[in-house]
């Protein structure tokens, strides 16, 4: 469907054509006076210089064409020439009923069957995941959620960081402490063990301790440089010790990840590219997009206009090791060859921007990618605790995903006790809610800003059941389910005819807008528009509940529109949560 500001301005646009003015000034808006209007056109102004003429005059002009129809009830000129319109209710009667109760609320099908890739989560094997990495994956996955639901077939991909530096710094690291085991005995013939040797236990202490010993001591970094490019070469008892890693670090990623309600599509890594490397780099070679650089192997990617300096990407470096960049490039290879996408877009801390920039360039330089796949870096800010600074465990650790979605639940069950809601659950139902509540808190939290800016993570904030938070939108969502089960069991209609009333009218505006709030994520790559609408549509309703009588109501056509009209706002809910990747209890 289209928008009800999208349908007005088709309107509206009409009349400053039949004025010899250009279509795009006809744009109608929200009013940002919703006291003085729904709506406003202020086209008047920008047409008066264009037609040499007074804005007012513009203005009355379109007025008088405008007043001719019924889709407005009134059509007003403000100020220099804003022209403020509210539209009839015989018209919003019937774009409520054939465009925002159609199927799926009409949402138009924008994706048209495209490929979206979307790279998000990017945890590292080996290494615990941080709050980076739960950023990432709670927006890659609202964006996937909303782009699919506008019709495009987005595919989440969660690339794993799994070939890089601290993969050697492991390997060297467990080698220096038992050079017995098979894995590094050059002449083992195998098969090694099928039990990894390593836990995830292990790894807490493992990535830290190697990774300081090579910041201290030049020589041990060598040696896990050495380790890696063995890797890749892919030596036969390092990779199968690798392989254990994947392993014990997969299914943990998976079990966290599960638990936040996360999808991935794809299960690729940095490694799953290896082999495609080097048929591309020959290639880069041949079509002189390679060049030797002090023995290194890079792609230059400055251009003549850029005014800061932008350095190549580096496919080898000396020691023959393949780099981030690398292996971002290959990855590019693999997902124009599979899936010829649209767009490909990197939900990645915004710190790595110019690891995009070249991987952009490079891929666009040597015909990688082609001028119709557009490359998106989403680059997001860091999630800072109360004192500003980034978000650390009270010993000053990284806060583990795990701990972090417990401390909410655990928060979720306080705040649940304090309000005496859910006193007559049982303990199981009572623990699945704190866990919704509290994931809701944390996911809600993160959405509600635009990517690129920090934000605070306050746990008592975020789970208040007041203000803008996930708790509050849930306990209002809740409210509404339970008022239609009410009804339900008083054998009440809930599906009859919502008739528009001075009630209901601002709800009814506000869902309108839908459309445009979903083409806005999409266009932005910033869920924050759809968590502002949320917001909104929860408060109008809430103002609306307050306003009449629902159940109480005598009158039973009237009684029926309210309780449609909440059945409406209950989907609506259900269906936009569900696109931020949060559930809706059926009770609290
Ligand atoms: N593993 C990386 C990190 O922890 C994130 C990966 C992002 N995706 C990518 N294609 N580079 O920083």
């Known amino acids: 469907m289209t928008s009800l500001t999208d349908l007005l301005t088709e309107h509206v646009s009409a009349v400053f054509v039949s004025s010899d003015l250009p279509a795009e000034l006809g744009k109608v808006n929200v009013s940002d006076r919703p006291d003085l209007a729904q709506f406003q056109c202020n086209g008047a102004m920008a047409a008066a210089k264009i037609a040499k003429k007074a804005p007012r005059q513009i203005a009355e002009d379109v007025v008088s064409k405008l007043k001719d129809n019924d889709i407005f009830d009134s059509v007003e000129i403000a100020g220099p020439g804003f022209i403020n319109l509210n539209v009839s ?54 964006l996937r959620r909303v782009f699919n639901y506008l019709g495009y077939k987005a595919l989440g991909d ?44 292990d790894f807490e202490e493992l990535y830290p301790t190697a990774s300081k010993a090579c910041k201290e001591d030049p020589e041990r970094h060598e040696r896990a440089k050495q380790a890696t490019v063995d890797l890749q070469n892919k030596r036969a008892g390092y990779i199968a010790l690798w392989q254990h890693f994947v392993n014990v670090s ?73 780099m981030y960049g690398t292996t971002d490039l290959a990855t590019l290879v693999e997902r124009m060859d599979l899936y010829a996408p649209s767009k490909i877009v990197y939900i990645v801390d915004k710190r790595q921007h110019l690891h995009f920039e070249q991987v952009f360039r490079a891929g666009r330089l040597s015909g990688i990618t082609s001028d119709t796949t557009e490359l998106v870096h989403v680059g997001y800010g860091t999630m800072n605790g109360t004192d500003g600074k980034p978000f650390k465990t009270r010993a000053g650790g990284v806060m583990k995903l795990e701990d972090l979605i417990k401390m909410a639940r655990e928060k979720a069950t306080e705040r649940l006790n304090e309000a005496n809601i859910g006193d007559n659950l049982s303990d199981d139902e009572k623990h699945d809610i704190a866990t919704k509540i509290g994931l809701s808190a944390i996911k809600f939290s993160d959405l509600q800003n635009n990517p690129v800016t920090d934000y605070i993570f306050d746990l008592d904030r975020m789970t208040s059941f007041e203000g803008k938070t996930g708790p509050y939108i849930l306990y209002q969502a809740v409210r509404i389910k339970s008022l239609l089960r009410k009804a339900l069991e008083q054998g009440v209609n809930v599906e009859g005819r919502i008739v528009i009333s001075e009630h209901n009218k601002k709800l009814v505006l506000l869902m309108g807008q839908l459309p445009n709030v979903l083409k806005g994520v999409c266009k932005s790559y910033s869920p924050h528009i759809l968590a502002d609408y949320i917001y909104n549509l929860a408060q109008e309703f809430s103002s609306f509940y307050n306003s009449c009588h629902i159940l109480s109501e005598e009158d039973a056509s009237v009684k029926e529109s309210h309780l449609a009209l909440c059945d409406l706002v209950s989907q609506q809910l259900d269906v936009t949560m569900g696109l931020l990747g949060i559930e809706i209890p059926e009770r609290m």
């Open 89 to 142: 209710d015989s018209f919003l009667q019937n774009y409520l009923e054939t465009s925002i109760l159609g199927d799926n609320f009409s949402i138009p099908d924008l994706g048209e069957g495209n490929t979206i890739v979307l790279d998000y989560g990017g945890p590292n094997v080996g290494k615990p995941m941080h709050v980076g990495h739960l950023r990432s994956s709670i927006i890659g996955d609202s």
């Open 158 to 201: 969660v690339h794993l960081g799994d070939w890089g530096t601290q993969m050697g710094m492991i390997i060297s690291e467990l080698e220096i402490r038992n050079p017995e085991w098979p894995y590094f005995d050059a002449d083992f013939t195998g098969p090694y063990p099928e039990e990894s040797p390593v836990t995830l236990k």
């Open 250 to 322: 997969v299914a943990s990623i998976k079990t966290n990840f599960g638990a936040l309600n996360v999808h991935f599509d794809l299960w690729n890594g940095e490694a799953s590219v290896h082999d495609l490397i080097a048929p591309m780099v020959e290639k880069l070679k041949a079509s002189s997009h390679a060049v030797d650089s002090d023995g290194a192997l890079v792609v230059p990617v400055q251009s003549e206009d850029d005014t800061k300096e932008i350095p190549p990407l580096i496919l080898y470096k000396k020691d023959g090791a393949v």
